[in-house]
């Protein structure tokens, strides 16, 4: 997420859109997560799950 948003301050707490993110930039993420974790990621689920604590824990729902 600070890659795509490139702010590094951002936490795990952080929500994506208040962060300047937007569909574009979600399309971005998705593809990096799938590329670091191997787990394709739908924008929806960003949508939903705008931090990177909430996208972990549905990944982690996801995978079990």
Do not use: K
């Amino acid at each position: 997420m600070r890659t795509v948003l490139q702010d590094q301050t951002i936490d795990g707490d952080s929500n994506f859109f208040l962060y300047g993110g937007n569909s574009i930039l979600a399309a971005m993420l998705a593809d990096e997560i799938e590329l670091s974790c191997g787990t394709p990621i739908r924008i929806q689920a960003i949508l939903e799950n705008p931090s990177a604590t909430e996208l972990a824990a549905m990944l982690v729902r996801t995978e079990a």
